[in-house]
């Protein structure tokens, strides 16, 4: 079951220790990799001096970029053989690469090093050849999923089935070499605490959602039973009635008098028209008069509602009353009556025969991963597990394996690695300042969570050089950290930080852009950043000081901290054009009620003219367009090492716990399919 590497590495290192020290190495002292992750965000890109391109990359790069397309860069980045630029003999510098000069040496250097820091993505072998992985997901469990859907839950309920027989596997092997023997500490411990080691393993899902994969794993041929967690109702209620598709519940059985229904319904309707302000005009158009809709109501005896159960409607919860009965617990005897079902007036809804497996669901917000308001006191082993649960979900997840007897392994898959919190300094948001100066706002954002990245002692601890050439923007940060902890920066650090600018390029999937993708969201970005250097010229952001304030600036003739400017989505008619880009989005800012009114006056003279002030700003920076690419592009392939970091994160936290046996870092989808594709593994002793 498990892999012949902990970590799916490079051959390049010798060893799992080699590649971790040399990760962290990398990520916390690399100038230039720190400038591309976290250092640079697009609002900046046409709005500092120098601007951002000069500043990041060498020279030498950026002559070579003029020189080649974007689509060039990425292959250069991402596919090409980089063995064939090993050599730097003086015969190679006229030698062409798809008839343009070789790439600069330390380009070439810099593409090696982000590769050979990067975990590996491949799906492996045994994994694609899983034997529900060629087969079709039936289709009443399907409902509702789309292809990537299909593809996810198909991969990870077969790894889930494998995990779950190896574990049980282990327990038999641990309980034949007890017989006749006094039990262990270890197995004492289990059922002290009531974990029956030969029961079949239940699988806990962190943040279901809908429950497409709970859904797959209690239905054959797995029939596993399923406690799924979701802290969102409309979540938990969509699954449920998926679940009756699915066949692993029963609709709630109703024996229904047809005509009997109609007639009531009539009534109920004929009610509601007497007591409404034109109920003689409706009345009267309805063809009944009011003394027919009183004989009407006469003949329904004021009866109490029973559900199915035979229970008064009073007991059971308001939704679960019948629709029709508006609140009135008002019902016929006949339909009060058991009916006959050989009464051709009466129709019977029930679904068919249900799985053999089961489901139960639990509505809650986790906030750790403390499972012992949830579990009952002695049950099965559990396996702890999620597809792509955001942010801190994950860190949850895994905790739940030291901090619940009962689970005795966890597999989880993380997604949204921006919505991390921090552990060793202030949350970092998408703009810094975007909350306000309120005492209590000003406490919390200085505040250090304990939840958040990074887990294990190794990243918290790690020291390393401090660069002396190192962004300012980087630097300050650092700075202020550490000052908080109440310690001396000189020449050394510790605690590898990755802010959210570097974490939110982490979720991209560069090895998936082709050439209409990329070259929608290169313009979309572009759209932006040029649209900031009009703002800012125009004095409806002014720019900040200092390179640690508002990343493009912020909304003028405010306070020190300033307002950042936020447009938001807009529709997909607005990216047809520059232009029609522009007036989207003031459109959108103008209608703001508090600063609408000045950036209406700020930027009435964009429209004058038949858009002439546009055009040219369009003109005079169209240069920009390429190297925002050449930018964006590096900034997404580096990133492969940030999402590296925060899954060798999670893996050393398991390895440092002392229940923990085996843990792990594979590969569970295939890359195209579903580029967030790395599960954490970690098993109890």
């Known amino acids: 079951m498990q892999p012949a590497s902990p970590l799916p590495i490079d051959p390049h290192w010798l060893s799992t220790e080699e590649y971790v020290e040399s990760l962290l190495t990398f990520v916390s002292t690399s100038e230039l990799f720190r400038n591309l992750c976290g250092g640079v965000h697009i609002l900046d890109f046409l709005t500092r001096e120098p601007d951002l391109y000069s500043w990041v990359l060498p020279q030498d790069w950026r002559e070579w970029f003029e020189d080649v397309d974007v689509e060039d860069v990425l292959d250069l980045l991402l596919r090409e053989d980089l063995d064939q630029f090993a050599a730097r003999g003086s015969s190679l510098v006229e030698s062409r690469w798809r008839n343009h000069k070789f790439p600069p040496a330390s380009l070439i250097d810099y593409a090696r090093d982000v590769r050979k820091h990067s975990l590996k993505r491949e799906l492996q072998s045994r994994r694609a050849e899983s034997k529900l992985g060629t087969e079709a997901l039936p289709r009443h469990i399907a409902v509702g999923m789309k292809p990537k859907k299909i593809h996810e839950v198909m991969q990870f309920a077969a790894f889930v089935e494998d995990l779950s027989q190896y574990i049980q596997d282990r327990s038999t092997h641990v309980n034949d070499n007890s017989k006749g023997e006094v039990l262990g500490n270890e197995k004492a411990n289990r059922i002290a605490t009531g974990t029956q080691l030969n029961s079949e393993i239940t699988v806990v899902d962190f943040g279901s959602g809908q429950n497409y994969l ?48 109609k007639a009531q319904w009539q009534a109920s309707r004929g009610r509601e028209l007497a007591h409404s302000p034109k109920a003689v005009e409706i009345v009267t158009g309805s063809g009944l008069s009011e003394q027919e809709l009183q004989d009407i109501e006469s003949r329904i005896p004021q009866l109490p509602l029973y559900d199915l159960y035979e229970r008064p409607v009073e007991a059971i919860p308001q939704s679960r009353q019948d629709p029709l009965s508006n609140g009135n617990a008002e019902l016929s005897t ?15 809804v029930q679904d068919e025969s249900i799985g053999t497996g089961a489901i139960e669901y639990v509505e809650k917000e986790l906030s750790s991963g403390d499972l012992q308001d949830i579990l009952a006191p002695t049950c099965p082993p559990l ?16 905790r739940s394996v030291t901090l619940n007897p009962s689970v005795q392994a966890v597999a989880l898959i993380g997604c949204c690695y921006n919505l991390l919190t921090e552990r060793l300094g202030p949350p970092t948001h998408k703009l810094l300042t975007l909350r306000s100066n309120h005492p209590r706002l000003e406490a919390t954002s200085s505040a250090f969570d304990t939840h958040g990245f990074p887990m294990s002692r190794r990243l918290e601890e790690f020291e390393y050089p401090i660069n002396t050439t190192m962004s300012r923007s980087n630097e300050c940060q650092q700075a202020k950290s550490l000052d908080r902890e109440g310690q001396n920066i000189g020449t050394t650090s510790h605690g590898v930080r990755l802010n959210i600018t570097a974490r939110m390029m982490a979720v991209q999937a560069p090895h998936n852009w082709g050439p209409m993708d990329s070259e929608e969201f290169f313009t979309r970005h572009y759209y932006r950043a040029l649209l900031q250097r009009i703002l800012l010229d125009l004095g409806v952001v002014k720019m900040a000081h200092d390179d640690i304030e508002v990343a493009g600036g912020t909304l003028s003739g405010k306070d020190n901290n300033g307002t950042p400017l936020i447009i938001g989505s807009l529709r997909k008619s607005c990216f047809s054009s520059f232009i029609a880009y522009v007036k989207g989005a003031v459109q959108k800012l103008v209608a703001d009620p508090v600063h609408g009114p000045e950036i209406q006056r700020k930027t009435g003279c964009l429209f004058e003219h038949n858009d002439n002030l546009i055009h040219q700003y369009e003109k005079d920076f169209k240069y920009a367009k390429k190297q925002l690419s050449v930018i964006w592009s590096l900034m997404a392939f580096s990133a492969n090492v940030v999402e590296s970091t925060i899954l060798v994160d999670r893996w050393l936290w398991l390895k440092e716990q002392d229940q923990i046996q085996d843990a792990w870092v594979e590969a569970v989808f295939d890359y195209k399919q579903s580029p967030r594709n790395m599960v954490v593994v970690g098993l109890k002793k």
């Open 214 to 261: 709970g859904r797959t794993l209690a239905c054959p041929p797995y029939n596993k039973k399923v406690i799924a967690i979701e802290q969102r109702h409309h979540n938990v209620e969509g699954a449920k009635g998926m679940d009756v598709s699915a066949r692993l519940a029963k609709k709630e059985k109703k024996m229904i008098n047809k005509k009997e229904w």
């Open 334 to 348: 006949d339909m009060q009556q058991k009916p006959s079902k050989h009464d051709p007036h009466f129709q019977e």
């Open 383 to 398: 396996l702890v597990l999620s597809i792509h649960s955001c942010g801190n979900l994950t860190h949850h997840g895994l």
